[in-house]
C-alpha cells in the first residue's frame, strides 16, 4: 500500500513538473494576458453632438408624450417612493422591455430591479430588470430636484438639478451617457476615427477613460472619479482587432481620496500574452 501511495506521489510531482516545464500555470488567474473582451473586435462609439437633432427631438417630444413613446419605443411608467429622515423621495420614470445589451463604454447603466423596487446604475445584464428610457424626474415632497431623460439605460439629452426651492443649481448635456463636456480627440475627423475620450462633468475626469490604436483597436482602458485615475488601469498589444491581450496594468487606489496610496504595475505581458512580470502585492 506505501508503495502504490509512494507511485502516486512521484506521478503527481513529475506531471505538475512537466505542466511548468510546458508553461501551464493556468491555475494563476494572471499567467496569460490574452483576455476576453467585449469591446474586440471593437465597435468605436460614434461620437455625434448634434445640436439641430437636439432641436428636432424637442418637437417630437410633445408628440409622443401622451402615447408613452420615447425615441420611438414604447415604454412603461414607474414609481417608487422612499421615506428617509422624515421626507418622502419620490422617482418618477420609464422604462423599456427591450432586451438591449449596454453600450460596453459607458460606466454608468440604469435599471430598474423590480424585485428591489430600485433603480441602479451596474449589475444590469438582460433578464436582470429593465433599462430606464425616458423622462426621468425626482422629488423631494412636492419639489422636483432633479429631472432629465435616460435612453436605453444611459443618461440622454438635457440633465437639471434643483435645491430645495426648485431653484437651478446644474444643467448638463449627455448624448447617451456621454457628457458634452468630455474631451474627445479624432485621429480623422472626417471618418470620426477616435482616438481619445476624457470623459469630463462638472469641470472634472469622471467616468470611463479610452485611448484607440489608429487601427480603431483599444489601447488603454481606465477610471476617473472626481479628477483622479482610480481602480485598475489596462493598457493593451495592438493586435489589429483580432484578440485583446493586455500589455500592462497599474493599479490605483480605489478611492480618489485615499492620499497614502502610491501606484504600481500590477503585471506585464509579451505580445503573446506570457507573463513577464507579476508585483508581489498584486497576490
Known sequence: MKRIYLLFLLLFFCSHFLAAQNGDTSSDPDSSGIVSSVLLPTTMPLLLFDEEAEKEAKKEKKKKARKNIWFGIKTQRGFIRNDIRGQSIYEYFNYTDVGRNPDPYIRDVYWFDPKERAILSEGYTKGTGYLLHGPYERRVNDVVVESGMYFYGTKHKTWMLFDSKNVLQDKNHYEEGWPRESRI??????????????????????????????????????????????????????????????KREIQYSDSPFEDNFRPYIRAEWDKDGNLIYKNPRAD
Open 185 to 246: 480627440s479624432y485621429y480623422n475627423r472626417s471618418s470620426n476615427t477616435l482616438e481619445e475620450i476624457t470623459p469630463i462633468q462638472y469641470g472634472l475626469e469622471e467616468g470611463n477613460y479610452f485611448y484607440f490604436y489608429e487601427d480603431k483597436q483599444i489601447a488603454v482602458t481606465g477610471e476617473f472619479q472626481y479628477g483622479e485615475k482610480v481602480g485598475l488601469w489596462t493598457e493593451y498589444w495592438d493586435t489589429n482587432n483580432t484578440r485583446a491581450i493586455r
